[in-house]
């Protein structure tokens, strides 16, 4: 029996994975800020739970802060660049190969779920919504932040430039965003479709930039 491919488009292996890594650490900015909201809506020492880490960054500035952070990728090359960042940074972080539609967590295992600007690259998206209800413990948050399906050239422009890349790597994120993510990234009435298709019913929406955070809470 053929087992259905994870994600969607290209893997996120060797050369890829590593060309990634370079150029979204060259600002860790977003990923302080993220870790920073993350801490203000659980309690220290958490448990929480990233999903699609890539590089490991924000997983990193999470743990910075006190919470007790798993993360579970699909990109074997990820991993291993995820725990040597985690080794460099001098902190605590359980990384693991996994499947976001099959995660390896019991039941409730979990306080908050993150995943940022990975879920438009699940092929069973509504599955992994449902996993990351099943292992949040009651009243446990989930968000998912991902790219805008309605950004425009100009925010997209805009982004780009504040990620202080070379003018061949801007050119490649200018058009990777153009042909390859926005054709991906799913719109507010579609997210929130799949909202209601999945276990928790629900979810709130709010945007900033390009980005659109979509807010999950378990009853």
Same mark, same amino acid.
């Given at each position: 029996?053929?087992?259905?491919?994870?994600?969607?488009?290209?893997?996120?292996?060797?050369?890829?994975?590593?060309?990634?890594?370079?150029?979204?650490?060259?600002?860790?900015?977003?990923?302080?800020?993220?870790?920073?909201?993350?801490?203000?809506?659980?309690?220290?020492?958490?448990?929480?739970?990233?999903?699609?880490?890539?590089?490991?960054?924000?997983?990193?500035?999470?743990?910075?802060?006190?919470?007790?952070?798993?993360?579970?990728?699909?990109?074997?090359?990820?991993?291993?660049?995820?725990?040597?960042?985690?080794?460099?940074?001098?902190?605590?972080?359980?990384?693991?190969?996994?499947?976001?539609?099959?995660?390896?967590?019991?039941?409730?295992?979990?306080? #908050?779920?993150?995943?940022?600007?990975?879920?438009?690259?699940?092929?069973?998206?509504?599955?992994?919504?449902?996993?990351?209800?099943?292992?949040?413990?009651?009243?446990?948050?989930?968000?998912?932040?991902?790219?805008?399906?309605?950004?425009?050239?100009?925010?997209?422009?805009?982004?780009?430039?504040?990620?202080?890349?070379?003018?061949?790597?801007?050119?490649?994120?200018?058009?990777?965003?153009?042909?390859?993510?926005?054709?991906?990234?799913?719109?507010?009435?579609? #997210?929130?479709?799949?909202?209601?298709?999945?276990?928790?019913?629900?979810?709130?929406?709010?945007?900033?930039?390009?980005?659109?955070? #979509?807010?999950?809470?378990?009853?």
């Amino acid at each position: 029996m053929t087992t259905a491919k994870a994600y969607r488009g290209l893997g996120m292996e060797g050369a890829i994975a590593t060309w990634y890594t370079k150029n979204t650490g060259r600002d860790l900015s977003r990923f302080e800020k993220t870790a920073r909201l993350v801490a203000e809506r659980v309690r220290p020492g958490s448990d929480v739970l990233e999903v699609a880490p890539g590089p490991g960054y924000l997983a990193i500035e999470m743990a910075r802060r006190g919470l007790t952070v798993t993360s579970i990728d699909i990109s074997h090359s990820f991993v291993r660049i995820a725990q040597e960042n985690v080794h460099r940074a001098n902190v605590t972080v359980d990384v693991r190969h996994g499947n976001a539609s099959a995660l390896p967590f019991a039941d409730a295992s979990f306080d #908050f779920v993150v995943c940022v600007a990975a879920f438009k690259n699940f092929s069973d998206p509504v599955g992994a919504i449902n996993e990351m209800h099943r292992v949040l413990r009651p009243g446990g948050q989930a968000s998912i932040f991902d790219l805008r399906k309605d950004a425009t050239r100009e925010e997209i422009d805009a982004e780009v430039e504040r990620m202080q890349l070379s003018p061949w790597n801007a050119w490649v994120t200018r058009w990777t965003f153009s042909l390859m993510l926005l054709k991906r990234a799913y719109s507010r009435a579609v #997210f929130e479709q799949m909202a209601a298709q999945s276990c928790f019913g629900r979810c709130d929406v709010t945007s900033d930039g390009i980005t659109s955070e #979509f807010r999950f809470t378990k009853a």
